[in-house]
Protein backbone atom coordinates (compact mmCIF):
# COMPACT_ATOMS: atom_id res chain seq x y z
CA UNK A 1 0.00 0.00 0.00
CA UNK A 2 2.92 2.75 0.65
CA UNK A 3 4.23 1.69 -2.74
CA UNK A 4 1.05 2.08 -4.47
CA UNK A 5 0.46 5.83 -2.93
CA UNK A 6 3.91 6.39 -3.17
CA UNK A 7 3.52 5.82 -7.15
CA UNK A 8 0.46 7.91 -7.16
CA UNK A 9 2.06 11.05 -4.97
CA UNK A 10 5.05 11.10 -7.38
CA UNK A 11 2.49 10.55 -10.83
CA UNK A 12 0.33 13.60 -9.56
CA UNK A 13 3.23 15.60 -8.47
CA UNK A 14 5.15 14.87 -12.03
CA UNK A 15 2.20 15.61 -14.21
CA UNK A 16 1.32 19.09 -12.17
CA UNK A 17 4.74 20.22 -12.56
CA UNK A 18 4.61 20.05 -16.02
CA UNK A 19 2.09 22.02 -16.11
CA UNK A 20 3.31 24.55 -13.78
CA UNK A 21 6.71 24.55 -15.64
CA UNK A 22 4.81 24.77 -19.16
CA UNK A 23 3.00 27.66 -18.25
CA UNK A 24 5.35 30.11 -16.67
CA UNK A 25 8.42 29.25 -18.76
CA UNK A 26 6.60 29.83 -22.27
CA UNK A 27 5.36 33.30 -22.75
CA UNK A 28 3.58 32.47 -25.42
CA UNK A 29 1.00 30.65 -22.68
CA UNK A 30 0.52 33.16 -20.61
CA UNK A 31 -2.83 34.18 -20.78
CA UNK A 32 -5.69 34.47 -18.63
CA UNK A 33 -6.75 31.06 -18.64
CA UNK A 34 -3.75 29.40 -18.32
CA UNK A 35 -3.12 31.63 -15.45
CA UNK A 36 -6.02 29.98 -14.05
CA UNK A 37 -4.72 26.41 -15.28
CA UNK A 38 -1.30 27.66 -13.56
CA UNK A 39 -3.21 28.11 -10.01
CA UNK A 40 -5.18 24.65 -10.13
CA UNK A 41 -2.45 22.66 -10.92
CA UNK A 42 -0.01 24.44 -7.97
CA UNK A 43 -3.10 23.45 -5.83
CA UNK A 44 -3.04 19.66 -7.21
CA UNK A 45 0.63 19.97 -6.86
CA UNK A 46 0.48 20.73 -3.38
CA UNK A 47 -2.45 18.07 -2.83
CA UNK A 48 -0.01 15.39 -4.27
CA UNK A 49 3.10 16.55 -2.23
CA UNK A 50 1.68 16.78 1.10
CA UNK A 51 -1.88 16.01 1.37
CA UNK A 52 -1.28 12.31 -0.29
CA UNK A 53 1.61 11.32 1.72
CA UNK A 54 -0.14 12.27 4.92
CA UNK A 55 -3.31 10.56 4.45
CA UNK A 56 -1.53 7.77 3.43
CA UNK A 57 -0.05 7.35 6.77
CA UNK A 58 -3.07 8.18 8.43
CA UNK A 59 -5.32 5.40 6.31
CA UNK A 60 -2.38 2.70 6.14
CA UNK A 61 -1.35 2.86 9.67
CA UNK A 62 -4.96 3.45 11.65
CA UNK A 63 -3.41 5.98 13.57
CA UNK A 64 -1.88 9.73 14.23
CA UNK A 65 1.48 9.20 15.04
CA UNK A 66 2.77 12.35 13.73
CA UNK A 67 1.57 14.61 17.03
CA UNK A 68 -1.06 16.77 17.38
CA UNK A 69 0.06 19.77 16.08
CA UNK A 70 1.15 18.31 12.24
CA UNK A 71 -3.16 16.76 12.73
CA UNK A 72 -3.67 20.55 13.37
CA UNK A 73 -1.57 21.73 10.42
CA UNK A 74 -2.50 19.10 8.48
CA UNK A 75 -6.20 19.49 8.28
CA UNK A 76 -5.84 23.23 7.72
CA UNK A 77 -3.83 22.63 4.79
CA UNK A 78 -5.86 20.05 3.46
CA UNK A 79 -9.58 22.46 3.80
CA UNK A 80 -7.32 25.33 2.37
CA UNK A 81 -5.50 23.06 -0.78
CA UNK A 82 -9.50 21.71 -1.66
CA UNK A 83 -11.52 24.43 -1.55
CA UNK A 84 -8.91 26.45 -3.52
CA UNK A 85 -9.35 23.93 -6.26
CA UNK A 86 -13.15 24.18 -6.32
CA UNK A 87 -12.61 28.52 -6.11
CA UNK A 88 -10.40 28.21 -9.29
CA UNK A 89 -12.91 26.01 -11.26
CA UNK A 90 -14.80 29.03 -10.44
CA UNK A 91 -13.53 31.39 -11.99
CA UNK A 92 -12.25 29.24 -14.63
CA UNK A 93 -16.00 29.15 -15.72
CA UNK A 94 -16.57 33.20 -15.29
CA UNK A 95 -13.89 33.50 -17.76
CA UNK A 96 -15.19 30.77 -20.48
CA UNK A 97 -18.68 32.74 -19.67
CA UNK A 98 -16.88 36.23 -20.76
CA UNK A 99 -15.00 34.53 -23.28
CA UNK A 100 -17.47 32.63 -25.12
CA UNK A 101 -20.73 35.17 -24.19
CA UNK A 102 -19.46 38.48 -24.98
CA UNK A 103 -16.09 37.94 -26.49
CA UNK A 104 -16.10 41.78 -27.28
CA UNK A 105 -15.76 42.48 -23.85
CA UNK A 106 -13.23 39.57 -22.67
CA UNK A 107 -9.69 41.54 -23.52
CA UNK A 108 -11.06 44.53 -22.08
CA UNK A 109 -12.23 43.00 -18.87
CA UNK A 110 -10.31 40.20 -18.71
CA UNK A 111 -6.56 40.72 -18.62
CA UNK A 112 -3.51 38.96 -17.05
CA UNK A 113 -3.22 41.26 -14.60
CA UNK A 114 -6.32 41.16 -13.23
CA UNK A 115 -6.41 37.44 -13.60
CA UNK A 116 -3.50 36.95 -11.18
CA UNK A 117 -5.02 39.26 -8.42
CA UNK A 118 -8.15 37.50 -8.49
CA UNK A 119 -6.11 34.50 -7.87
CA UNK A 120 -4.39 35.60 -4.98
CA UNK A 121 -7.68 36.46 -3.40
CA UNK A 122 -8.73 33.23 -3.95
CA UNK A 123 -5.74 32.03 -2.60
CA UNK A 124 -5.88 34.69 0.70
CA UNK A 125 -9.70 33.97 1.24
CA UNK A 126 -9.13 30.16 1.52
CA UNK A 127 -6.57 30.17 3.56
CA UNK A 128 -8.41 32.61 5.92
CA UNK A 129 -11.66 30.32 5.52
CA UNK A 130 -9.67 26.97 6.52
CA UNK A 131 -8.02 28.73 9.70
CA UNK A 132 -11.09 29.93 10.76
CA UNK A 133 -13.32 26.33 10.32
CA UNK A 134 -10.57 25.09 12.83
CA UNK A 135 -10.47 27.92 15.22
CA UNK A 136 -14.14 27.69 15.62
CA UNK A 137 -14.87 24.09 15.67
CA UNK A 138 -12.94 24.03 19.77
CA UNK A 139 -14.24 20.22 20.29
CA UNK A 140 -12.65 17.29 18.47
CA UNK A 141 -14.30 14.55 19.68
CA UNK A 142 -11.55 11.42 19.82
CA UNK A 143 -13.22 7.94 19.84
CA UNK A 144 -9.46 6.94 20.44
CA UNK A 145 -5.56 7.74 21.33
CA UNK A 146 -4.40 8.80 18.38
CA UNK A 147 -7.09 9.85 15.67
CA UNK A 148 -6.83 13.12 13.83
CA UNK A 149 -10.47 13.92 12.50
CA UNK A 150 -12.07 17.50 12.61
CA UNK A 151 -15.55 17.61 14.08
CA UNK A 152 -17.54 20.46 13.42
CA UNK A 153 -20.81 21.32 14.94
CA UNK A 154 -23.87 20.06 12.54
CA UNK A 155 -24.00 24.33 11.79
CA UNK A 156 -20.77 24.56 11.14
CA UNK A 157 -21.17 21.76 8.54
CA UNK A 158 -23.86 23.05 7.15
CA UNK A 159 -22.19 26.38 6.21
CA UNK A 160 -18.81 24.64 5.45
CA UNK A 161 -21.53 22.42 3.22
CA UNK A 162 -23.16 25.55 1.60
CA UNK A 163 -19.92 27.93 1.49
CA UNK A 164 -17.53 24.97 -0.24
CA UNK A 165 -19.85 23.15 -2.07
CA UNK A 166 -23.44 24.17 -3.22
CA UNK A 167 -22.60 27.86 -3.55
CA UNK A 168 -19.92 27.44 -6.34
CA UNK A 169 -21.21 24.20 -7.88
CA UNK A 170 -24.41 26.15 -8.75
CA UNK A 171 -22.27 28.93 -10.06
CA UNK A 172 -20.12 26.64 -12.06
CA UNK A 173 -23.30 24.93 -13.24
CA UNK A 174 -25.15 27.57 -14.15
CA UNK A 175 -22.69 28.99 -15.58
CA UNK A 176 -21.36 26.00 -18.05
CA UNK A 177 -25.34 25.51 -19.24
CA UNK A 178 -25.15 28.63 -20.41
CA UNK A 179 -21.63 28.69 -21.95
CA UNK A 180 -22.80 25.08 -23.80
CA UNK A 181 -25.78 26.69 -25.26
CA UNK A 182 -24.51 29.67 -26.71
CA UNK A 183 -21.25 27.55 -28.09
CA UNK A 184 -23.86 25.81 -29.53
CA UNK A 185 -25.69 28.18 -31.13
CA UNK A 186 -22.28 29.59 -32.44
CA UNK A 187 -21.24 26.77 -34.04
CA UNK A 188 -24.35 26.14 -36.06
CA UNK A 189 -24.38 29.72 -37.00
CA UNK A 190 -20.37 29.05 -38.31
CA UNK A 191 -21.06 25.78 -39.71
CA UNK A 192 -23.66 27.06 -41.79
CA UNK A 193 -21.09 29.62 -43.09
CA UNK A 194 -19.05 26.98 -44.56
CA UNK A 195 -22.12 24.70 -45.68
CA UNK A 196 -22.94 27.95 -47.88
CA UNK A 197 -19.25 28.48 -49.13
CA UNK A 198 -18.29 32.05 -47.19
CA UNK A 199 -15.28 32.46 -45.91
CA UNK A 200 -14.97 32.79 -42.35
CA UNK A 201 -13.77 35.82 -40.60
CA UNK A 202 -11.07 35.57 -37.76
CA UNK A 203 -13.56 36.13 -35.34
CA UNK A 204 -15.47 33.76 -36.21
CA UNK A 205 -12.02 31.49 -35.89
CA UNK A 206 -11.36 32.52 -32.58
CA UNK A 207 -15.55 32.29 -31.51
CA UNK A 208 -14.61 28.49 -32.38
CA UNK A 209 -11.56 28.21 -30.61
CA UNK A 210 -12.95 29.58 -27.41
CA UNK A 211 -15.71 27.23 -27.63
CA UNK A 212 -13.81 24.08 -27.85
CA UNK A 213 -11.70 25.36 -24.75
CA UNK A 214 -14.79 26.22 -22.75
CA UNK A 215 -16.07 22.38 -23.92
CA UNK A 216 -12.16 21.11 -22.64
CA UNK A 217 -13.02 22.84 -19.22
CA UNK A 218 -16.34 22.22 -19.00
CA UNK A 219 -14.76 18.10 -19.29
CA UNK A 220 -12.42 19.25 -16.18
CA UNK A 221 -15.20 20.48 -14.37
CA UNK A 222 -17.45 17.89 -14.43
CA UNK A 223 -14.83 15.30 -13.61
CA UNK A 224 -14.31 17.27 -10.81
CA UNK A 225 -17.67 17.51 -9.19
CA UNK A 226 -18.08 13.77 -10.13
CA UNK A 227 -14.85 13.11 -7.35
CA UNK A 228 -16.83 16.05 -4.98
CA UNK A 229 -20.33 15.42 -5.38
CA UNK A 230 -20.55 11.46 -3.36
CA UNK A 231 -18.19 12.70 -0.89
CA UNK A 232 -19.94 15.45 0.25
CA UNK A 233 -23.31 13.30 -0.22
CA UNK A 234 -22.02 10.66 1.80
CA UNK A 235 -21.34 12.89 4.49
CA UNK A 236 -24.83 14.15 4.91
CA UNK A 237 -25.49 11.25 6.13
CA UNK A 238 -25.50 10.19 9.85
CA UNK A 239 -24.09 7.07 9.58
CA UNK A 240 -21.29 8.07 7.85
CA UNK A 241 -18.12 7.86 9.63
CA UNK A 242 -14.45 9.25 8.35
CA UNK A 243 -13.15 5.68 9.06
CA UNK A 244 -15.33 3.52 6.85
CA UNK A 245 -13.45 2.00 3.85
CA UNK A 246 -16.42 3.40 1.55
CA UNK A 247 -15.85 7.09 3.20
CA UNK A 248 -12.22 6.73 2.43
CA UNK A 249 -12.75 5.35 -1.22
CA UNK A 250 -14.88 8.81 -1.46
CA UNK A 251 -11.87 11.16 -0.14
CA UNK A 252 -9.50 9.52 -1.98
CA UNK A 253 -11.50 10.07 -5.07
CA UNK A 254 -11.06 14.19 -4.37
CA UNK A 255 -7.32 13.58 -4.08
CA UNK A 256 -7.07 11.33 -7.49
CA UNK A 257 -8.65 13.94 -9.29
CA UNK A 258 -5.78 16.09 -8.88
CA UNK A 259 -4.15 13.60 -10.66
CA UNK A 260 -6.62 13.29 -13.48
CA UNK A 261 -6.54 17.42 -14.93
CA UNK A 262 -3.11 17.12 -16.16
CA UNK A 263 -4.17 14.28 -18.33
CA UNK A 264 -6.95 16.13 -19.43
CA UNK A 265 -4.58 18.63 -20.27
CA UNK A 266 -2.77 16.30 -22.18
CA UNK A 267 -5.66 14.86 -24.17
CA UNK A 268 -7.01 18.34 -25.10
CA UNK A 269 -4.52 20.58 -25.41
CA UNK A 270 -2.01 20.71 -28.30
CA UNK A 271 0.30 23.45 -26.47
CA UNK A 272 0.41 20.96 -23.37
CA UNK A 273 1.73 18.06 -25.57
CA UNK A 274 4.16 20.46 -27.37
CA UNK A 275 5.44 21.82 -24.44
CA UNK A 276 6.16 18.92 -22.71
CA UNK A 277 8.07 17.80 -25.17
CA UNK A 278 10.26 20.48 -25.03
CA UNK A 279 10.42 20.25 -21.03
CA UNK A 280 11.42 16.31 -21.39
CA UNK A 281 13.96 16.31 -24.57
CA UNK A 282 15.19 19.91 -22.51
CA UNK A 283 15.62 21.20 -26.69
CA UNK A 284 13.96 24.97 -25.52
CA UNK A 285 13.50 24.88 -21.86
CA UNK A 286 16.99 26.65 -21.19
CA UNK A 287 16.09 28.61 -24.02
CA UNK A 288 14.58 32.23 -24.24
CA UNK A 289 10.62 31.69 -24.55
Known sequence: MYVFFSLLSVWTVFLNLLVIISISHF??????????????????????????????????????????????????????????????????????????????????????????????????????????????????????????????????????LFLSFLFPCTIIITLYLRIFYVAHQQVKVINSLLRSGKHLTEGSVKTKSESKAALTLGIIVTVYLFCWIPYYSLNLTPITRMTSVISYFMLWMLYINSALNPLIYAIFYPWFRTSVKHILNLSKIFKTA
Open 27 to 160: KKLHTPTNMLILSLAVADLFVGLIIMPLEAIRLIETCWYLGDTICRLFLIILDMFLCTSLSNLVVIAVDRYVAVCHPLLYPQKITTTRTIIIICVCWFYNSVYAISIFITTSQRNYTCFGECILMPTFALEIID
